[in-house]
């Protein structure tokens, strides 16, 4: 267990539909970073946060992705009209000295 | 831009044997960092090894050593005394360390790592 939780685990849902996942990051920890994994593949930066504020966004992240962090503490992955094409595993991590993942949402979109 | 290849989509190592696994990199940076994960079937990505491009001694953590070849932008992974539990997709990361683009890390495609009893 790093400390990096991610709710929920798993989700199935159907075409269209509309998502939101949730971080929760090692309290102390000021950055945090969502990446994509599909499968067989390594992970790929998707964005990234100091505190508050959304730094950097890669162009993975299209008009039905948003995110954000309130408060700069949790943070929340939204989809928007989900695509089959958005099946992934989504991962979070936060920052100390290094980047700590946690265990992931695996999204399956039917 | 960064890119990192692993060319070994997958190993075999008999247990209690040593095993290397392959990473090279790409880029025109002078400081980053090197990382490698490990991603047991369950998914979470377990930090493994750390080298900083500045560092003079190859980076060790137990069963881990990181053999750092800057001339030849390579990072292997040495696995000492493999274990049945090692057995896990093994990724190679790199980050470059400037504030501008906020420590992303960019990974490699990964190596199935399997230990035969």
């Known amino acids: 267990d790093t400390g990096v939780s991610q709710d929920p685990r798993h989700k199935i849902t159907k075409r269209g539909q509309n998502v939101t996942f949730r971080c929760d990051p090692i309290s102390e920890h000021n950055r945090l970073y969502w990446y994509r994994q599909t499968l067989g593949q390594g992970p790929e930066f998707l964005t990234y946060?100091?505190?508050?504020?959304?730094?950097?966004k890669s162009r993975l992240l299209s008009d039905r992705f948003s995110a954000e962090r309130p408060k700069g503490s949790f943070s929340t992955l939204e989809i928007q009209r989900t695509e089959q094409g958005d099946s992934a595993m989504y991962l979070c991590a936060s920052q100390g000295a290094e980047q700590y993942f946690g265990p992931g949402t695996r999204l399956t979109v039917t | 831009a960064q890119k990192i290849t692993q060319t070994q989509p997958g190993m075999f190592v008999q247990e209690k044997e040593a095993v290397t696994l392959d990473c090279t990199y790409d880029t025109s940076d002078q400081s980053y960092g090197l990382f490698w994960y490990k991603q047991p079937s369950s998914g979470e990505m377990i930090f493994l090894i750390y080298?900083?491009?500045?560092?003079?001694q190859n980076a060790t953590e137990g069963r881990y050593s990181l053999n750092f070849q800057k001339a030849r932008k390579s990072a292997n992974l040495v696995i000492s005394a493999s274990q049945l539990g090692d057995s896990a997709m093994y990724f190679c990361?790199?980050?470059?360390?400037?504030?501008?683009?906020?420590?992303?890390?960019?990974f490699g495609a990964g190596t199935i790592l399997r230990v035969k009893s």
């Open positions: 990361a790199m980050r470059e360390d400037t504030m501008e683009y906020g420590n992303k890390l960019v």
């Open positions: 080298q900083g491009s500045y560092d003079e």
């Open positions: 946060f100091q505190n508050e504020a959304q730094l950097e």
